[in-house]
């Protein structure tokens, strides 16, 4: 199982173009795909429907998917999930059902496979936007909230920290590898 | 608080399976090894599918009676499941002294599908040791069969029909892989656009498999490593080279064959092992 932590460039502009209100919900991501080799085409992953559904039928209404032009259909014997945006004050405000959403995911894939998901999560903390890549057995999806709060405690320490320093500089560290067996 | 009589009656009707499941597939498993009788695994064949029939007629009674929850019905089809899980590997037995390679490994595949399936279809395959079942077949697998090559197929989807109630998958209450009454939920493709094929290692379907290759005098069977003829029209495939290909990279280039997409449920027919059939085989021959 592993979980890697990295800075990514930020999505919000793209979520309010499509006039979603991210501090209220979970944004399923479309993908994008080359086609052609020369341009790009934005699609649902193939689990994106199956996610919305499943968390909409357990009662978490604060679900909002970005619809791709079609379905970008997976075949491997590994499942694929989409992005998963997560902003800051949703996180703040819903921990209960941050985690939650984590459990229902590891239940229902758990029963779906006995390989791997990998599955990405984009979350902002205060100043910055993290991308979750996680990859291992469903069972460990119910593990990301504790990685994804654990990180935006170590974020706000660190800038209470450089605060504290009167460092102004505005730079986080280098995004973190962690990995556990 | 006491069980109603009609929820008694459903627990008793699953009990019944349960343990015909527990009688036949004792009897079974135990000629599931290369070395056992073809007459026993015949034989074993016809026992299981004389469950899957009884079991099946359970379950369709299940399913009518709308008062009836759809758990009960899930149970059975995962004792089914399991039941033609092990109907697969025992033909696999069969088909591998026949040396019919090629439908032996399709056996081995479903007996997998169905093994997962019976883990989707209700918990109660638990105690139908489905864990370490499916670990021998992943050896069957490893260590009978030579390594495979798969692919895989780049598609696009724009329309996903759900397999139970045939309304677009996008927006009806059901979910892939979760058993509903009785019947697991699938999504059914249309309309979609063709893109690549990829090679993987791990693909979800392994009857989508490279079958082999082209070669100066015939064709590789990548399973038995043999040369075979060609079939009529594709000889003149090897010696016809893509525009993009430069001609000093031609004996580079390979040409395979391969199934990109197989059917979830082209093998399932064991009718020729049941008695009339073996019957009228034999007076076939005898004439």
Redesign the interface.
Known sequence: MSLEVTEVESVPEYIDQEGIDQDSNIVILPREISVDGSSTRL?DADES??IQ??LE?EGIAEVEKIDG??????????IALPSLYFALEFILENPDIVVVTFELLAI?YS??T??EVSLSILAESDDSKYEFEYEGPAKGLQEIPDKLYDRIEDVEDESVQEEDEEINDGAIEEPSELERE | MSESPEDALVHSLVEEVVDSYHETVTDTERFAFLPRGIEYQREAIRSLSDFIDYAEEIKRDLQIDEEIPGRAANQVLALICMAKAVRHELRMWIRLKEENWESAWTDLVDAQEYA?SA??ADSIARYCNVKTY?EKLGSIESSIFPPQQFV???????T?ECSICGED??TC?H????AYNGVICSRI?RD??AREVSF?D????KK?RVRGHHVEDGFRNQMTWEIEEDTEGSEHLVDETPDHVDDDEVEDFLRIEAAVMTADDGGDDFSEFREDSEDQSEQNQEM
């Open positions: 699609v429907s199956t559904k499943l039928q032009e079609g379905t970008r259909a997976e075949f491997g014997a590994d229902y029963r779906r006995s390989g | 997962s883990i989707a499916q895989s197929p780049g598609l696009i989807v724009n996903y998958y996008d209450p979910l892939q892989g979760i493709l979609i656009e993987v791990d693909p979800r379907d989508a």
